[in-house]
């Protein structure tokens, strides 16, 4: 019999351990902890870069850089981290939606700052997490489809399209 889940509503798969969970809670964990301390360390000025780097852009401190960082690393792979303790179905999507802005993340720097060492490991990071989720969503960790009902005296047409008439 499967589980309700408590974080999106839905049903999660029968068995009792998810596959890659306790892999997708610290891994994710650590790179958004990551990304929140680069973005802490890019707002003090600790050990960045030359401002002289964000010239292209037009940026004259790392205020706009370390919040793209927040909001495309830290936020979407602490959700992530957050929906696979919860035990959600969505897990799968966030894991390669985390993975997807890592990596872009990542490929954005590359212009600017040139390669690193950092940039390879977080690379590899992202497309092993989007491994992971790709398994995960094989196992059969992946939100159910969307199930239209049809309206009375309206065949055909989903609820809520506004061709329904009150009687």
Same mark, same amino acid.
């Given at each position: 019999?499967?589980?309700?889940?408590?974080?999106?509503?839905? =049903?999660?798969?029968?068995?009792?351990?998810?596959? #890659?969970?306790? $892999?997708?809670?610290?891994? =994710?964990?650590?790179?958004?902890?990551? +990304?929140?301390?680069?973005?802490?360390?890019?707002?003090?000025?600790?050990? $960045?870069?030359?401002?002289?780097?964000?010239?292209?852009?037009? #940026?004259?401190? @790392?205020?706009?850089?370390?919040? &793209?960082? #927040?909001?495309?690393?830290?936020?979407?792979?602490? /959700?992530?981290? @957050?929906?696979? &303790?919860?035990?959600?179905?969505w $897990?799968?999507?966030?894991v390669?939606?985390?993975?997807?802005?890592?990596?872009?993340?990542?490929?954005v720097?590359? *212009?600017?700052? +040139? *390669?690193s $060492?950092?940039?390879?490991? #977080?690379?590899?990071?992202?497309?092993?997490?989007?491994?992971?989720?790709? /398994?995960?969503?094989?196992?059969? &960790? @992946?939100?159910?489809?969307?199930?239209?009902?049809?309206?009375?005296?309206?065949?055909?047409?989903?609820?809520?399209?506004?061709?329904?008439?009150?009687?």
């Amino acid at each position: 019999m499967p589980a309700a889940n408590i974080a999106a509503g839905g =049903e999660r798969p029968a068995y009792s351990t998810l596959r #890659f969970r306790r $892999t997708i809670v610290v891994v =994710e964990t650590l790179v958004s902890l990551g +990304g929140l301390a680069g973005s802490v360390q890019l707002l003090a000025g600790a050990a $960045t870069p030359p401002v002289s780097a964000l010239g292209p852009l037009g #940026f004259s401190s @790392w205020r706009l850089p370390a919040a &793209w960082l #927040f909001l495309s690393v830290a936020v979407p792979c602490g /959700l992530a981290a @957050w929906l696979a &303790w919860r035990r959600s179905v969505w $897990t799968a999507p966030a894991v390669l939606l985390a993975s997807t802005l890592l990596a872009i993340e990542l490929l954005v720097q590359l *212009p600017f700052l +040139g *390669p690193s $060492t950092l940039q390879l490991i #977080f690379g590899a990071v992202a497309i092993g997490m989007a491994i992971v989720g790709l /398994l995960a969503r094989r196992a059969g &960790w @992946w939100p159910p489809r969307r199930r239209t009902t049809q309206a009375p005296n309206a065949p055909g047409q989903p609820l809520g399209s506004g061709t329904h008439q009150r009687p």
